[in-house]
């Protein structure tokens, strides 16, 4: 019994190693067109201003000026250098502030919030 499962054990094991490198490959691949998207819709948007995370750990910020197949070019804010990235050294794309979304989720939610202050005091006061 003992012998089976280990048997069963390293052939799982042999399986599931042969398919790491695959899904490796495809996260990056995904990565790399993600990168891509992301930075033409921002530059066809004219929402220029990111922050950019490389596969070497660092963090790049600044203002996308111009895009090709293989790659961007970056201005970055505090240098004022033009940088030109591989689109598979990017890891995320992402914009400066908050988005859209999350600033109409608070601006909703402060709105329930006074509208349920206003209705509790006014119940609350309603017979006085």
Known sequence: ???TLTTLFLAHALVLSTLGPAARAQSSLNA???ARA????????????VKIKLRNGSEMKGRLAQSSDTGFTLIE???????DIAYADVVNVEGRGM???KKTLIAVGVVVGVAIAVIAYGITHFWD
């Open 77 to 83: 804010d505090k240098t004022g250098n033009r940088s």
């Open 99 to 101: 988005s859209k979304s």
């Open 32 to 34: 790399e067109t993600k």
């Open 1 to 3: 019994m003992n012998r």
């Open 38 to 49: 992301e930075v033409v819709q921002r530059i066809n948007k004219k929402e220029t201003h």
